[in-house]
Structures are given as C-alpha cells and as structure tokens.
C-alpha cells in the first residue's frame, strides 16, 4: 500500500520489464485494477483514475456526508447535463507533426569544425590538443541552464469550425505538462525541457 503526495500522485517502485497490475480502494468506492506494461529503467505515468461508488452508495449518500462526494447530488447532476461531449473531428488533418527536434546520436564531433545548429540553437565548436591527434570539444547544450526545445505544429491552414480548443500533454521521464490554446490556424507550440525527471534528478542520454 502507498500513499498519495500532497497533488494526488502515486509513487509506486516496482520491478521492470513486464506487466504490472494495479489495484486501488478507497470506501465507499469499488476497488479498481489496473494492468500496464512498466519498461526497464522508465517512469511510466498512468492516466486519471475515476472511481464508481459502490453498493453502498444509498447508506453513504444518507449518512450526511459531504453533498460533492453524493452522486445524486443536484450541483453535480446539473453540471453533468450542461456539459457536451467533444464533437469527433478527422484525425487526418489534424495530427500534430513536429517541426524540429534534435536527436544525439544523429550529431557527431567533426574534428577541426565549428558548428551551428539553427534548430536548437547549440553551438558546438572543436580545438585541436596541439602534439596530438586528440579535440577538445564543446557543446553548448551541456552548459548549466540549457532547456532541450521540440517545436510542434498542432493545427494547419485550415481548421473544423467545430474546434475550440487545443489540449496539449507532453509527458517525458514521469513529468507531465499540460496546455490549452485557443483553436486558430497555424497554431504552433514550443516545449522546453530541463533534462530532469519529475524527482528533480538529471536525466542524461535520449529521454522518452
């Protein structure tokens, strides 16, 4: 059994490389299972769990506890009949593409060469060790304060009059970010990372 933190977050350790099942209680609510694949040396971040109350919710509802956590209550059934389903739109047009990132293993230290890459704005520049056939290399993006950037494009020219809102999630090494935006064309967004996971610890390498 674990707690949650202060945001309602579980930290669970558990060992990798295979399925893992989940099973979360809390009264009055029906137990609830959860199986996911959990991959070795990775944070995995389940999404929202929503609970049902159980057989027991007209004794709960009766024992004059909170009108919010009722299910019958009438704030939470009118908020239920206002609100309307997201309308379904074509996938096709709207798929987001990402329209620059850098990917390590694709850049090498080219002996002798000074570089500038306009993508990620990183300077890379290679001294020759005078007596030797060594360099001395420097990258900019391994300097204190440098945020890994990945520019998306979440709309195009042409957008469903239908759309209102853009959701944006981004979840990398178990921190996830969150943003909405207002539905106009062309609409672009840039996330910046700071190569740490969600326990603050550095993170070096590819990161997912």
């Not at 971040?45 to 919710?57: E, F, K, R, S, Y």
């Not at 329209?99 to 001294?127: C, D, F, R, Y």
């Not at 539905?183 to 550095?202: C, E, G, I, M, S």
Request: net charge positive.
């Amino acid at each position: 059994f674990t707690l949650t933190r202060a945001g309602g977050w579980f930290d669970v350790l558990v060992n990798g490389g295979g399925a893992v099942t989940l099973q979360f209680q809390r009264s009055p609510f029906q137990p609830l299972t959860r199986t996911l694949f959990v991959p070795w040396n990775q944070i995995v971040v389940l999404p929202p769990i929503t609970m049902q109350l159980g057989d027991d919710a007209d004794n709960f509802r009766g024992s004059g506890a909170h009108p919010a956590l009722a299910l019958g209550a009438p704030s939470l059934m009118t908020a239920l009949h206002i609100a309307r389903p997201c309308m379904d739109h074509d996938n096709t047009v709207l798929v987001p593409v990402v329209l620059s990132t850098w990917m390590p293993e694709k850049v090498g230290g080219l002996a002798g060469k000074s570089l500038v890459l306009a993508e990620t704005q990183m300077l890379q520049e290679s001294i020759r060790i005078p007596g030797s056939g060594l360099h001395l290399m420097y990258r900019s993006s391994l300097a204190s304060g440098y945020l890994s950037r990945v520019v998306m494009r979440l709309t195009h020219s042409a957008i469903p009059p239908s759309l209102v809102r853009v959701h944006v999630r981004v979840e990398i090494e178990g921190s996830v970010h969150t943003k909405t935006y207002e539905a106009d064309p062309n609409l672009t967004h840039t996330f910046a990372w700071n190569k740490r996971n969600v326990y603050k610890q550095k993170v070096y390498g590819v990161a997912q």
